[in-house]
């Protein structure tokens, strides 16, 4: 590792392949990208602000990359986590951020960390700015696949909850089940959108180097391939969200029917009973014989109501 100042010595030497990374591009690392390495101002401008969709801007002697990694919040929110590349001719520069201020900057820096690790042990040998760039994404893919796992294992403890015959309180089970689908289609949309940017990049064959076609090739099947796991994954979720929403569905239905039921056998004894409740009939005391009449009558049309509503198949 070296100091900023020592940069543009660096890049002097046309033997060194050079790597700045820049937690966050404040003014001191934009006139770094400007005056030092020749960054064109709308990749310094790109790199300053938050880009909401990937992008890959392509410029006389660099190439900017804009993806995203995820990372869960609170209530199943997926902050997207900006990471930016430029790829010079004989550097590479990663831009982290902005970020939203809940999240940990150190979220920010998994990717290139782990790189760096692998750098400093030896693991890693890079040749090109290409080499180290599809080091970078590669462990970009490997975060998104992580990620997918991840959720999965939540997905299949619901499915366990569902096939179970778990029904609980259907309003936060269901917060659950969507939290869970929101997050495979926040990671589908960075594998998809991330593969649409080096495709981008695959198509325009000569201004990538000869060895350095088959990388990026490698980095849009990776991604290609989170987006079908992840849809994968969703597509499974989907039919577990909707055995679960039948299943609640059809209970609601069964209790309307017998609340029916029971409504339609207690109306005729409630008007009735409100018609002997009337004040024009007055009875200075019990007739038995006349009770005993009334609910007699009352039996009998409850228990041919009941009979219709079993012929009509309501119970």
Not at 163 to 177: D, I, Y
């Amino acid at each position: 590792m070296h100091p900023v100042s020592a940069v543009e010595a660096l890049l002097a030497d046309p033997g060194t392949l050079l790597w700045v990374d820049i937690p966050e591009c404040s003014a001191e690392a934009a006139t770094l990208l400007t005056d030092v390495l020749d960054c064109h101002p709308l990749a310094v401008r790109d790199c300053m602000q938050r880009n909401r969709v990937p992008r890959v801007r392509i410029y006389d002697h660099q190439q900017l990359l804009i993806l995203h990694g995820p990372q869960r919040g609170p209530s199943g929110h997926v902050h997207y986590i900006e990471l930016d590349q430029i790829v010079g001719d004989r550097y590479v520069v990663t831009v982290h951020g902005p970020l939203n201020p809940a999240v940990d900057p150190e979220i920010a820096l998994r990717e290139t960390d782990a790189v760096r690790r692998r750098l400093e042990s030896g693991r890693l040998r890079p040749g090109t700015p290409y080499e180290l760039s599809y080091a970078i994404s590669s462990t970009l893919a490997r975060t998104l696949e992580s990620f997918i796992e991840e959720v999965t294992r939540e997905v299949w403890l619901l499915e366990q909850r569902v096939t179970g015959g778990h029904m609980g309180n259907p309003e936060e089970f269901l917060e659950e089940l969507f939290q869970a689908r929101h997050g495979l289609l926040a990671v589908r949309t960075m594998g998809g959108l991330g593969a649409e940017v080096y495709g981008r990049v695959a198509a325009l064959e000569t201004r990538v180097a000869a060895n350095d076609r088959p990388l990026v090739a490698d980095i849009v099947d990776q991604l290609t391939r989170i987006r079908a796991l992840a849809d994968g994954e969703r597509e499974y979720l989907q039919g577990v969200i909707e055995f679960y929403r039948a299943r609640a569905e059809t209970k609601m239905t069964i209790a309307a029917e017998r609340l029916a039921v029971i409504a339609v056998v207690t109306l005729p004894i409630t008007a009735l009973s409100s018609i002997y409740g009337m004040n024009i009939i007055v009875n200075d005391h019990t007739h038995l014989p006349q009770l005993l009449l009334v609910l007699t009558v009352m039996a009998i049309m409850s228990t041919l109501l009941l009979t219709w509503a079993k012929r009509r198949g309501w119970w």
